[in-house]
């Protein structure tokens, strides 16, 4: 589609994640040494990229806990500006969240955005599992840390993010809108409404 920003919005959420040219979205999939194709992350239902880590701006709330070196975080609202993260305000584990943003540069910036319908098997059972490989097919999410360079092109993949750590953040939920921004803000796809894929009106699915 050629996007260059996401659009994010809901209670306690406006964020917009803009995206580096050229870089692919891609499902938890990976090849083999024998090259054998296969998903190493059963069930999953997300969708992720590496975006721009310099153009993240606005706030945006946790969804659903997160486990923070062994504590829930839950409650938060994260600032950004200019894609650092500036402010974190709310509940429970705020401060183990402070401490894993202040651990070098790159814990500041977004690594990852994933797109998870709200109506994913995991996000029925409505429980958290405390373990990540879970928890993140349960709805829409960012990371903090690093990102994944091999989604970007070669003129794009230094600017991906880096860092020695990254965390899963989930953000999405069925009061949560994802709208799709092409070049210079001129149109807008809705990508997601109320936690769910937009749909076309020919019935397919934008992504």
């Known amino acids: 589609m050629g996007l260059d920003a996401i659009r994010l919005s809901g209670p306690g959420t406006s964020l917009e994640v803009g995206l580096l040219p050229g870089a692919r979205w891609e499902s938890p999939t990976n090849r083999s040494q024998r090259g054998v194709l296969h998903a190493w992350n059963l069930p999953s239902e997300e969708i992720y990229t590496s975006p721009d880590p310099t153009r993240v701006n606005g706030d945006v709330r946790l969804t659903r806990p997160a486990v923070v070196d062994g ?4 409650k938060v609202t994260l600032t950004f500006a200019d894609g650092e993260v500036t402010k974190i305000t709310g509940g429970e584990g705020i401060g183990r969240l402070r401490t894993f943003v202040d651990r070098d ?5 977004v690594g990852e955005l994933a797109l998870v319908d709200a109506d994913s098997a995991v996000a029925a059972i409505d429980h958290p599992f405390g373990l990540v490989l879970l928890d993140e097919n349960a709805a829409s999410h960012i990371a903090l840390g690093f990102g994944f360079a091999e989604l970007a092109d070669e003129q794009t993949r230094a ?6 750590d990254h965390l899963d953040l989930t953000i999405g939920s069925r009061e949560v809108d994802v709208i799709g921004v092409e070049h210079g803000g ?3 796809r809705p990508l997601m409404r109320n936690g769910r894929w937009a749909l076309s009106p020919l019935g397919r699915r934008y992504c």
């Not at 504590?71 to 839950?74: G, I, K, L, Q, R």
């Not at 540069?105 to 910036?109: A, C, Q």
């Not at 600017?159 to 020695?164: F, G, K, L, P, T």
Request: aromatic letters at 0%; glycine letters at 6%; zero cysteines.
């Open 71 to 74: 504590a829930n975080v839950e």
């Open 105 to 109: 540069p790159g814990t500041r910036r």
């Open 159 to 164: 600017r991906v993010n880096q860092s020695a």
């Open 186 to 188: 001129r149109h807008e």
